[in-house]
Structure formats: C-alpha cells, structure tokens
C-alpha cells in the first residue's frame, strides 16, 4: 500500500460537514428541531478552520522539509564521545 500525507484540513472540512448532514438528517427524521439557518454558520465556521489548518499544516511541512545548514540528510554528523573502539 502507498503512503500517503495526511491532509487534517480536510479531515477539519469533512467533520463539519458530517456535523451537518446528522443534524440534518435528525430534524428530516422527527428527532429534533434545527432551524434552516443553522448550516451557514457550521459550514462557513468549518470552512475557515479547515483553511486554516491547511495553512498552518503547509507552514510547518515546508519549513520542516526546507534543509538547513549542518542539518541535511546526507550531512549528518556523529560524534564519538564517550565511544572508542578499543578494548582494555
């Protein structure tokens, strides 16, 4: 199986959009009253959160990937302190 990067924006957009359809689907089925002005707030509030995990998740994954001096992959540098291969 391929891995793949998670995406919590969407998983912030597709959570209150679900919110949405149960409360949705409670009042079609009797269970309870939701007045019809009820999802702009939830999916336009949903909406912005979402954007702005997906901002602050693109934030940190380029600033976490961007290599710095000293710091890159194939540089890495280890240190021999406290270990030498003799034996006494």
Not at 21 to 36: N, Q, R
Not at 57 to 69: E, K, L, Q, W, Y
Request: net charge positive; charged share 15%; with cysteine.
């Amino acid at each position: 199986m391929l891995r793949h990067d998670v995406r919590p924006g969407k998983l912030v957009a597709g959570f209150f959009l679900t919110l949405t359809a149960v409360i949705y689907a409670g009042d079609a089925g009797g269970s309870w009253e939701a007045p019809w002005f009820v999802a702009i707030p939830l999916v336009t509030g949903g909406l912005c959160l979402a954007g702005a995990t997906a901002l602050l998740t693109h934030a940190i994954r380029r600033r976490r990937s961007s290599p710095c001096a000293g710091h890159a992959p194939g540089n890495r540098q280890t240190s021999d302190a406290g270990v030498s291969g003799r034996t006494e």
